[in-house]
């Protein structure tokens, strides 16, 4: 039997579920991006906070694909979010995405959402490649397709931010007073997200609708987040698992960890919901808690994906266990420490926590699914890292280790000679480059580093850092992974 509305009733004492009635929930939010961290995480605050204010349900939009909309739809807006960690599992029935859309046969549906005026926030978690930007400069790429396309057919965007300008100018249209104000808010791991997806949006508006810039500035807010949850990718065996556990069948549900974060800037241009009665932060700087997260739980997830992977670490928790990898991490974090701004928090405490985090063996979380998109990840996670390192005289070691890890990775062939399976924007770039310098390491890292986009103009010209990486990078082809690290780490 398949979760519902109906089985609501019938679902095990200990599966808690919403003490609010569903069909008296309006819609508040739109959120474009409704895959498994929105589900884990922003709608769990929404749901915790319709039984007293029901003005924020949510429509959930995903840009692509239909399958978690059709899933949303017949199981009546319902899904399992299962909280497991090496005690056990704690499974929660979530209702607050009370419509579910997708962009590519229903653009028109979304755009109208985000234009009514009961329609206070969007929010979005696309991932990075979703901005359509380059991470090197946090520019708008305007030789983007989608963004090319976008712009020439302003009415029927492809991409998240094509979809929020179209969004814009109808509610300028519709609304043009004070009750048109909105809020739009980055959930995804960008720098300062909130101003470099405003700083995208004026760029897209100046190009496509030059009189829209300055009806945004008054009416648009575009606060920053910091949001912090490990939820891996939904496996038939949690499928299977969660059925157990409900005693329905759930065709989305999702797995995560107990522990969650969400640090807002309180930057909204109307109302909003009472998220902080139900665990978020609300503050006037998110910057040193992004930079926080950012550079200790980002950077150290994505070294344990490139390297751990290519070593053989299939999830997370293996890499961690693994002492050579506990190690590296180690050794990353005491170089990004010096970067760190001042916190009014215990750092140590806080990375040995990240450290039991990882060590979850109930949330195995793969290496590969972290390592897709690096082109996009790694200028925020690794490289401004390293320029900061670089500005202030202070160790890169560690940081060039994990770029040349990336390099291996991206070349397209494991230590076994087993093709990687490399899910990127720049997949073909990276291929070219591997074919052109096969059996060159060197030649290998200098056409990596031309690549622009990643590296901006300045890295390839730091000899310090390229140098690193270049001899790092050659070790890991003639040695291997464990080989390089002992002998850094030694």
């Not at 569903?22 to 749901?47: C, E, K, M, W």
Request: charged share 20%; proline share 6%; hydrophobic share 45%.
């Amino acid at each position: 039997m398949p979760l519902g509305r109906e089985t609501l009733a019938r679902l095990p004492v200990a599966v808690r579920r919403p003490t609010y009635d569903p069909d008296a929930v309006s819609i508040g939010i739109v959120h474009l991006g409704l895959g498994n961290f929105h589900r884990a995480h922003q709608a769990v605050y929404t749901d915790s906070l319709l039984a007293d204010d029901p003005r924020w349900g949510i429509c959930g939009v995903s840009l692509r694909s239909r399958g978690v909309v059709d899933a949303l739809r017949a199981q009546e807006g319902l899904y399992t979010l299962v909280a497991k960690d090496d005690s056990g599992a704690q499974p929660r029935i979530i209702a607050s995405v009370r419509e579910a859309l997708c962009g590519a046969d229903a653009m028109p549906a979304v755009i109208a959402r985000m234009a009514a005026t009961t329609t206070r926030i969007v929010s979005l978690t696309i991932t990075e490649k979703g901005y359509c930007h380059d991470p090197a400069s946090g520019r708008l790429n305007f030789a983007h397709p989608d963004i090319a396309h976008d712009i020439a057919q302003a009415d029927a965007p492809k991409s998240a931010p094509g979809a929020l300008l179209r969004a814009l100018r109808a509610r300028r249209a519709l609304t043009p007073t004070v009750s048109g104000k909105l809020t739009i808010i980055s959930c995804d791991n960008l720098p300062h997200n909130g101003r470099t997806l405003e700083g995208l949006m004026f760029e897209l508006a100046d190009a496509a609708d030059p009189t829209l810039p300055a009806w945004m500035r008054d009416h648009v807010t575009f606060p920053s987040t910091m949001v912090d949850r490990i939820v891996p990718a939904t496996t038939a065996q949690d499928i299977a698992d969660t059925a157990a556990l409900i005693k329905v069948q759930d065709a989305i549900p999702v797995m995560t960890e107990p522990f969650t974060q969400w640090v807002i800037e309180d930057r909204f241009a109307a109302r909003r919901p009472a998220w902080e009665e139900h665990g978020a932060q609300f503050v006037t700087d998110v910057a040193p808690f992004e930079l926080m997260k950012l550079r200790l739980l980002n950077a150290a997830h994505s070294a344990m994906a490139y390297l751990g992977y290519l070593a053989g670490h299939e999830f997370i928790y293996q890499a961690s266990a693994d002492p050579l990898f506990a190690s590296l991490v180690d050794h990353l974090w005491r170089e990004v420490e010096p970067t760190l701004p001042p916190l009014d928090i215990d750092v140590q405490q806080y990375q040995r926590d990240l450290m039991a985090r990882f060590r979850n063996t109930a949330l195995p979380h793969r290496t590969w699914q972290i390592a897709m998109d690096g082109s996009q990840k790694l200028p925020q996670r690794i490289l401004h890292t390293v320029r900061d390192c670089l500005a202030a005289g202070t160790s890169i070691d560690t940081l060039a280790l994990v770029v040349a890890g990336w390099m291996r990775y991206v070349s397209g062939w494991d230590e076994r000679g087993k093709v990687i399976d490399v899910r990127d924007p720049l997949s073909t770039e990276f291929a070219n480059a591997a074919s052109a310098t096969r059996g060159s390491p060197a030649a290998l890292c200098q056409r990596l580093l031309g690549l622009g986009a990643i590296f901006g103009d300045d890295l390839p010209r730091a000899a310090a850092f390229t140098a690193k990486v270049e001899n790092y990078l050659e070790s890991l082809f003639a040695n291997g992974v464990r080989a390089t690290l002992q002998r850094h780490l030694s």
